[in-house]
């Protein structure tokens, strides 16, 4: 089948970008999203031109490394799949396809279609763990945790970072993402002695990094490749408002 | 050269511990003075980075991922093993050790495949604690299931994201440490070259991803944790990004490289569906319970799978070991399910897939279980394949998956480099010739958490550091030497892109060092690598500059040193006249078609020297020795 | 993470700062401001009633002796009015800091058109609410009738006022539009301050939508009754 992309190039995080237009006369309804732009590379090298930098890793959707809009969806039309298991076959002959990278402040554009996403990094740094020291830990079985509170647990934690919440939210808020850790963490006996610091010091970190604040929109949950809930807003709203009254 | 694997002797259960007594500490006030540098951070990478923090120690993280989180072991799915007994089914430490060395073909170190299972115990207890989402029963203790064939209920699991979990784990812990400032992280940098200053690691040069810029970094001592070379076949169910560089190039610099034949291929994974295929997708081994694994008898049928009546279908695995079934090990049911390709009863359009079939199951069971089962995985296949395993059979095919082999290393995981430590899937030691499921993430974690950081300081106490700077010979060398790769491929300006050669390397290693071996095949491949070799560096065809973020050139790099280690990984499976484990040489095999090892003359591990690109490298033998489980014949009918 | 009490101020002026503490302020002055639609209503729809029980009800709260009471509430009002818009503009600063680029495309229909439109939806209405002030408190539209000082002729008002096409048409308008504010507020607040559950989140939705359609109803019911004739 037939596809048109129009892909922002952008040499560097200096140069002002364009969309840019290419024509794939022959696309594989089998092929992956990202096999595609593979095969786009491909055709660019032959002719000479720079191949498209796009972030890519494992490719089964759980390293969180893909992703860009794709007709101003993150990760495109698919819910809970991420770009790379995206595949041509939900596309039709004739498509046109907008490609853009992720767009925040506190994304910036590193080329093309890859973008900086450290800031996430610095929001786990700020208080997205538990202080273990490696050996000092209990045996395992010396804590109890209800079945439904691990899976809800596990529900949280299975995000993996990739930021579509923030490239779909029009605040460009990290209130998922933050908010995923704090639930994974908060829902655990384990995670109660720092909850209320957790909340405080991830909320902060999420403001300095130039996120904006979540108007509860959803559209977050909406791209969220590991459908995470919005009710981990909530209970990160919870926490921090908590944690506020109560003086920490 | 001599090896000295520095093994303790006496009581197994006790040689840890007694080794640990014996190890000099380094006095807690002086360890912010010993800078270490930890390349990768995934589960041994980012665990050892994190707890040597912990220590005290000034540690320098690498990885070229933009984030610690993203390293591959996020990928593993299964499960991790610990021989906790809290099923009170029978497990023991014991146990869990003779299954690794049973598993692993009796071609791994007794002592370190003991220290693991003892370790084991340990690491559940960490993750536990770091809020790890382990599955729970009911009561809230701790699930645990059977896995990958063991007779008891040793594995624990987080859905089917265990491996992403335990990461995840690491990486808050690497991250509250980089918070602390204990750790400085340099993500989305490449190291390039290992410097050595007097027979010693004592530094890296890296390429910064975005700049391009060359830089030295400087430490006392250098860990590698930068996983498996599985990605020297092109197609694997690694990540893109997986490369054998790191170690590679510390190889180049005099590291030991052993047993690199020894690699592991994984039976259920989604087929190829065409040239542009890029990866493989794996999908847990659990789906052997209740699948069943058939071709049409006759060659060349190409009905639909449900046009084809029972007494015209083969199940193959079932006729052939009746008491195993389905559920033989990954070899076998590997080299099996190519057997049936190679007599021409492949499915599919390409002809290389078996059928993994749940009708049975589902007709037995009922679609509402086995969707609680395996829900997850039918949806991944269908969201890959378009097709539903509901109602049509899956169809699967073997992939490239693990590599047992990598860096030799001691007891105490240093290469033979003093200073060049190597931990993880990266270093060639506790898995022997195949690795057992749920057995990697136990070892990844083992040596970053708790043996490394034992080790290590015994290291840093015995020896003396002069400063070194960038203006030392050494680290002048290898940054020239750096310079110098990433000139020669963005000066080639050839013809072909890195993927095309990549694609290419990858079908000869498959073709003739995959699930079955033979000298002739190996012979050939080892005459085709080095002219293909040769080519790369002048053909290659890498557009854009050193200066900015340049993904090609990031790839030209890995792919010229996965050139070099194939050649080495042909040469290792040709001079090892036997079968074992990953490794089956087509002409030693039982009159039943099984592996057939040769304890006499081949009970070691290979460690091979670099002598120069081109030049056959130099074999020296670890010769192994069992004196707790005793070789003996796997069979599985 | 750091575990340093602070003091109160300083804790207040931090709980603020932080985008959630905005959130939480609008979610609280939203409550207040929500409280008084739906007593607001609950006086107006007094219309419908004996025909001279609205102008006792306003008879009632413009008794000099009540003005204390009246105006500690229209003051709380005004601040809470207040201190919802200064919130939603810091906010909306911070939306617009946060992505300095936007998209060449970009599809929200995910979102609910209620949510999308709060941005629009709340300046609208801020404007009616001035509008509706000057045209039933103040008089500053047309001439207000009253019975006696201090007792306006409400009833009169209204009917004269919703006679109009054109001031009814806008009333409706921002009826229907703040209706779709009050859909999003409702159960947004809840989340805002931190309630939410897997159970009862997609009830309240469903509830805060019933709400908003009952409001809606209700106040759009009086201009209606007003132009049929049915309210002389």
Same mark, same amino acid.
């Given at each position: 089948?037939?596809?048109?992309?129009?892909?922002?190039?952008?040499?560097?995080?200096?140069?002002?970008?364009?969309?840019?237009?290419?024509?794939?006369?022959?696309?594989?309804?089998?092929?992956?999203?990202?096999?595609?732009?593979?095969?786009?590379?491909?055709?660019?090298?032959?002719?000479?031109?720079?191949?498209?930098?796009?972030?890519?890793?494992?490719?089964?959707?759980?390293?969180?490394?893909?992703?860009?809009?794709?007709?101003?969806?993150?990760?495109?039309?698919?819910?809970?799949?991420?770009?790379?298991?995206?595949?041509?076959?939900?596309?039709?002959?004739?498509?046109?396809?907008?490609?853009?990278?992720?767009?925040?402040?506190?994304?910036?554009?590193?080329?093309?279609?890859?973008?900086?996403?450290?800031?996430?990094?610095?929001?786990?740094?700020?208080? $997205?763990?538990?202080?273990?020291?490696?050996?000092?830990?209990?045996?395992?079985?010396?804590?109890?945790?209800?079945?439904?509170?691990?899976?809800?647990?596990?529900?949280? &934690?299975?995000?993996? $970072?990739?930021?579509?919440?923030? &490239?779909?939210?029009?605040?460009?808020?990290?209130?998922?993402?933050?908010?995923?850790?704090?639930?994974?963490?908060?829902?655990?006996?384990?995670?109660?002695?720092?909850?209320?610091?957790?909340?405080?010091?991830?909320?902060?970190?999420?403001?300095?990094?130039?996120?904006?604040?979540?108007?509860?929109? $959803?559209?977050?949950?909406?791209?969220?490749?590991?459908?995470?809930?919005?009710?981990?807003?909530?209970?990160?709203?919870?926490?921090?408002?908590?944690?506020?009254?109560?003086?920490? | 050269?001599?090896?000295?694997? /520095?093994?303790?002797?006496?009581?197994?259960?006790?040689?840890?511990?007694?080794?640990?007594?014996?190890?000099?500490?380094?006095?807690?006030?002086?360890?912010?003075?010993?800078?270490?540098?930890?390349?990768?951070?995934?589960?041994?990478?980012?665990?050892?980075?994190?707890?040597? =923090?912990?220590?005290?120690?000034?540690?320098?993280?690498?990885?070229?991922?933009?984030?610690?989180?993203?390293?591959?072991?996020?990928?593993?799915?299964?499960?991790?093993?610990?021989?906790?007994?809290?099923?009170? +089914?029978?497990?023991?430490?014991?146990?869990?050790?003779?299954?690794?060395?049973?598993?692993?073909?009796?071609?791994?170190?007794?002592?370190?495949?003991?220290?693991?299972?003892? !370790?084991?115990?340990?690491?559940?207890?960490?993750?536990?604690?770091?809020?790890?989402?382990?599955?729970?029963?009911?009561?809230?203790?701790?699930?645990?299931?059977?896995?990958?064939?063991?007779?008891?209920?040793?594995?624990?699991?987080?859905?089917?994201?265990?491996?992403?979990?335990?990461?995840?784990?690491?990486?808050?812990?690497?991250?509250?440490?980089?918070?602390?400032?204990?750790?400085?992280?340099?993500?989305?940098?490449?190291?390039? +070259?290992?410097?050595?200053?007097?027979?010693?690691?004592?530094?890296?040069?890296?390429?910064?991803?975005?700049?391009?810029?060359?830089?030295?970094?400087?430490?006392?001592?250098?860990?590698?944790?930068?996983?498996?070379?599985?990605?020297?076949?092109?197609?694997?169910?690694?990540?893109?990004?997986?490369?054998?560089?790191?170690?590679?190039?510390?190889?180049?610099?005099?590291?030991?490289?052993?047993?690199?034949?020894?690699?592991?291929?994984?039976?259920?994974?989604?087929?190829?569906?065409?040239?542009?295929?890029?990866?493989?997708?794996?999908?847990?081994?659990?789906?052997?319970?209740?699948?069943?694994?058939?071709?049409?008898?006759?060659?060349?049928?190409?009905?639909?799978?449900?046009?084809?009546?029972?007494?015209?279908?083969?199940?193959?695995?079932?006729?052939?070991?009746?008491?195993?079934?389905?559920?033989?090990?990954? +070899?076998?049911?590997?080299?099996?399910?190519?057997?049936?390709?190679?007599?021409?009863?492949?499915?599919?359009?390409?002809?290389?897939?078996?059928?993994?079939?749940?009708?049975?199951?589902?007709?037995?069971?009922?679609?509402?279980? !086995?969707?609680?089962?395996?829900?997850?995985?039918?949806?991944?296949?269908?969201?890959?394949?378009?097709?539903?395993?509901?109602?049509?059979?899956?169809?699967?095919?073997?992939?490239?998956?693990?590599?047992?082999?990598?860096?030799?290393?001691?007891?105490?995981?240093?290469?033979?480099?003093?200073?060049?430590?190597?931990?993880?899937?990266?270093?060639?030691?506790?898995?022997?010739?195949?690795?057992?499921?749920?057995?990697?993430?136990?070892?990844?974690?083992?040596?970053?958490?708790?043996?490394?950081?034992?080790?290590?300081?015994?290291?840093?106490?015995?020896? /003396?550091?002069?400063?070194?700077?960038?203006?030392?010979?050494?680290?002048?060398?290898?940054? =020239?030497?750096?310079?110098?790769?990433?000139?020669?491929?963005?000066?080639? /300006?050839?013809?072909?892109?890195?993927?095309?050669?990549?694609?290419?390397?990858?079908?000869?290693?498959?073709?003739?060092?995959?699930?079955?071996?033979?000298?002739?095949?190996?012979?050939?491949?080892?005459?085709?690598?080095?002219?293909?070799?040769?080519?790369?560096?002048?053909?290659?065809?890498?557009?854009?500059?050193?200066?900015?973020?340049?993904?090609?050139?990031?790839?030209?790099?890995?792919?010229?040193?996965?050139?070099?280690?194939?050649?080495? !990984?042909?040469?290792?499976?040709?001079?090892?006249?036997?079968?074992?484990?990953?490794?089956?040489?087509?002409?030693?095999?039982?009159?039943?078609?099984?592996?057939?090892?040769?304890?006499?003359?081949?009970?070691?591990?290979?460690?091979?020297?670099?002598?120069?690109?081109?030049?056959?490298?130099?074999?020296?033998?670890?010769?192994?020795?069992?004196?707790?489980?005793?070789?003996?014949?796997?069979?599985?009918? | 993470?750091?575990? %340093?009490?602070?003091?109160?101020?300083?804790?207040?002026?931090?709980?603020?700062?932080?985008?959630?503490?905005?959130?939480?302020?609008?979610?609280?002055?939203?409550?207040?401001?929500?409280?008084?639609?739906?007593?607001?209503?609950?006086?107006?729809?007094?219309?419908?009633?004996?025909?001279?029980?609205?102008?006792?009800?306003?008879?009632?709260?413009?008794?000099?002796?009540?003005?204390?009471?009246?105006?500690?509430?229209?003051?709380?009002?005004?601040?809470? @009015?207040?201190?919802?818009?200064?919130?939603?503009?810091?906010?909306?600063?911070?939306?617009?800091?946060?992505?300095?680029?936007?998209?060449?495309?970009?599809?929200?229909?995910?979102?609910?058109?209620?949510?999308?439109?709060?941005?629009?939806?709340?300046?609208?209405?801020?404007?009616?609410?001035?509008?509706? @002030?000057?045209?039933?408190?103040?008089?500053?539209?047309?001439?207000?009738?009253?019975?006696?000082?201090?007792?306006?002729?409400?009833?009169?008002?209204?009917?004269?006022?919703?006679?109009?096409?054109?001031?009814?048409?806008?009333? %409706?308008?921002?009826?229907?539009?703040?209706?779709?504010?009050?859909?999003?507020?409702?159960?947004?607040?809840?989340?805002?301050?931190?309630?939410?559950?897997?159970?009862?989140?997609?009830?309240?939705?469903?509830?805060?939508?019933?709400?908003?359609?009952? %409001?809606? %109803?209700?106040?759009?019911?009086?201009?209606?009754?007003?132009?049929?004739?049915? @309210?002389?």
């Amino acid at each position: 089948m037939r596809i048109t992309l129009h892909i922002w190039r952008q040499r560097n995080a200096n140069d002002a970008g364009k969309m840019v237009r290419y024509e794939l006369p022959n696309v594989n309804h089998e092929m992956s999203f990202l096999e595609m732009l593979d095969v786009l590379n491909e055709d660019l090298i032959a002719k000479n031109e720079e191949p498209v930098a796009f972030d890519h890793d494992c490719r089964e959707g759980i390293c969180g490394m893909c992703g860009c809009m794709v007709n101003g969806m993150a990760h495109g039309p698919l819910p809970g799949t991420t770009l790379c298991q995206l595949h041509m076959r939900h596309f039709k002959d004739g498509d046109e396809l907008y490609l853009e990278p992720w767009r925040a402040k506190a994304f910036p554009v590193v080329k093309d279609l890859v973008v900086d996403r450290t800031a996430f990094d610095r929001i786990i740094a700020a208080g $997205g763990y538990i202080s273990v020291a490696t050996g000092s830990a209990p045996d395992g079985n010396a804590v109890m945790v209800p079945k439904e509170d691990a899976e809800r647990s596990m529900d949280a &934690a299975a995000c993996i $970072g990739c930021g579509a919440c923030v &490239a779909m939210c029009p605040n460009a808020a990290a209130a998922l993402f933050t908010g995923a850790k704090i639930a994974h963490l908060g829902l655990l006996p384990q995670g109660q002695p720092e909850r209320q610091q957790r909340a405080i010091a991830m909320v902060a970190q999420a403001k300095q990094e130039l996120f904006g604040s979540c108007t509860n929109m $959803g559209l977050c949950e909406a791209v969220c490749p590991k459908e995470i809930k919005l009710e981990v807003i909530a209970r990160m709203n919870g926490d921090f408002i908590r944690a506020s009254l109560s003086g920490r | 050269m001599e090896l000295n694997s /520095k093994s303790p002797s006496g009581p197994i259960e006790t040689r840890w511990e007694r080794h640990r007594f014996n190890l000099k500490l380094v006095n807690p006030s002086n360890k912010r003075k010993y800078t270490i540098i930890v390349v990768g951070s995934g589960l041994a990478g980012g665990s050892a980075a994190a707890s040597l =923090a912990e220590l005290g120690y000034n540690v320098h993280c690498f990885c070229f991922q933009d984030s610690p989180r993203r390293a591959h072991s996020i990928a593993a799915q299964g499960g991790i093993n610990a021989a906790k007994n809290y099923h009170n +089914d029978g497990d023991s430490i014991y146990r869990l050790f003779y299954d690794t060395v049973k598993g692993g073909d009796f071609r791994a170190r007794e002592s370190n495949v003991y220290r693991l299972a003892g !370790i084991s115990l340990n690491i559940i207890d960490q993750c536990v604690a770091q809020g790890v989402p382990f599955a729970r029963e009911y009561s809230g203790y701790l699930d645990n299931r059977s896995f990958g064939g063991a007779q008891v209920s040793r594995t624990f699991y987080a859905r089917g994201q265990t491996g992403q979990q335990l990461l995840l784990g690491a990486y808050q812990a690497l991250e509250r440490q980089i918070g602390l400032g204990a750790v400085k992280m340099f993500p989305r940098t490449e190291m390039l +070259d290992l410097i050595v200053v007097d027979g010693r690691a004592r530094g890296i040069v890296t390429r910064d991803l975005i700049t391009g810029k060359i830089e030295s970094h400087f430490a006392d001592a250098v860990v590698l944790g930068t996983g498996g070379y599985g990605n020297a076949y092109y197609l694997s169910t690694n990540a893109k990004g997986c490369n054998a560089t790191a170690i590679w190039r510390a190889h180049k610099r005099g590291a030991l490289f052993a047993n690199p034949c020894f690699t592991q291929i994984h039976p259920t994974c989604i087929p190829v569906s065409g040239e542009y295929q890029s990866k493989l997708t794996l999908m847990s081994e659990s789906l052997r319970n209740d699948g069943r694994v058939w071709v049409p008898a006759k060659k060349g049928d190409k009905r639909a799978p449900s046009q084809i009546p029972e007494g015209e279908r083969d199940y193959f695995l079932e006729r052939k070991y009746p008491s195993f079934g389905n559920l033989v090990p990954r +070899d076998v049911a590997s080299r099996n399910a190519k057997a049936a390709c190679d007599e021409g009863r492949g499915v599919g359009e390409t002809g290389l897939a078996v059928y993994l079939d749940f009708r049975d199951a589902i007709q037995r069971l009922g679609a509402s279980v !086995i969707k609680e089962r395996y829900g997850n995985l039918f949806d991944m296949y269908n969201r890959i394949t378009g097709e539903d395993p509901y109602s049509q059979p899956m169809r699967i095919y073997p992939a490239m998956h693990y590599t047992m082999g990598g860096l030799w290393v001691d007891y105490n995981l240093m290469s033979n480099v003093p200073g060049l430590y190597v931990i993880g899937e990266a270093n060639f030691t506790d898995h022997g010739a195949n690795r057992l499921g749920a057995s990697a993430l136990m070892q990844g974690l083992a040596d970053g958490y708790f043996v490394l950081p034992n080790t290590i300081g015994d290291y840093l106490a015995s020896n /003396k550091f002069e400063k070194v700077d960038a203006s030392h010979a050494a680290a002048r060398e290898a940054e =020239a030497n750096v310079n110098q790769i990433t000139q020669r491929l963005l000066g080639a /300006k050839g013809k072909r892109s890195v993927d095309s050669y990549h694609r290419e390397l990858g079908k000869i290693m498959w073709e003739h060092c995959g699930m079955a071996r033979n000298a002739e095949g190996l012979k050939q491949a080892l005459a085709l690598i080095p002219p293909l070799r040769e080519q790369y560096w002048s053909d290659v065809r890498v557009l854009g500059t050193g200066e900015d973020l340049n993904q090609s050139l990031e790839k030209a790099g890995r792919v010229a040193d996965f050139f070099e280690l194939a050649e080495l !990984i042909c040469r290792d499976a040709l001079d090892r006249n036997e079968s074992c484990g990953g490794h089956f040489r087509e002409e030693y095999q039982t009159p039943e078609g099984e592996a057939a090892r040769d304890d006499e003359h081949y009970a070691y591990a290979a460690a091979w020297e670099f002598q120069g690109v081109g030049q056959p490298p130099l074999l020296h033998k670890e010769p192994l020795t069992f004196e707790y489980v005793h070789p003996s014949q796997r069979s599985y009918k | 993470m750091s575990a %340093i009490a602070i003091n109160p101020v300083h804790r207040v002026v931090r709980f603020y700062e932080a985008p959630i503490g905005k959130k939480a302020i609008m979610a609280l002055t939203g409550v207040i401001l929500f409280g008084y639609v739906v007593a607001h209503l609950l006086g107006n729809l007094q219309i419908f009633g004996d025909p001279d029980q609205i102008n006792k009800y306003a008879a009632f709260l413009h008794n000099p002796a009540n003005a204390g009471l009246l105006w500690v509430a229209r003051s709380a009002l005004l601040l809470a @009015v207040g201190l919802h818009i200064l919130a939603s503009l810091q906010l909306w600063k911070l939306k617009n800091d946060a992505r300095p680029v936007a998209y060449v495309k970009k599809d929200d229909a995910a979102a609910t058109y209620a949510s999308r439109t709060m941005m629009w939806s709340g300046p609208i209405v801020a404007a009616f609410v001035i509008f509706h @002030v000057l045209h039933l408190t103040v008089g500053a539209v047309v001439p207000l009738q009253e019975i006696a000082p201090n007792e306006p002729n409400v009833r009169a008002n209204v009917i004269a006022g919703f006679s109009n096409p054109l001031i009814s048409g806008f009333y %409706i308008l921002a009826i229907v539009l703040l209706c779709t504010h009050l859909y999003h507020g409702l159960w947004s607040m809840f989340q805002s301050l931190g309630f939410s559950h897997p159970r009862y989140t997609p009830k309240l939705k469903k509830g805060a939508a019933i709400f908003a359609i009952l %409001i809606a %109803i209700g106040n759009c019911s009086i201009p209606i009754a007003v132009m049929a004739g049915l @309210v002389k």
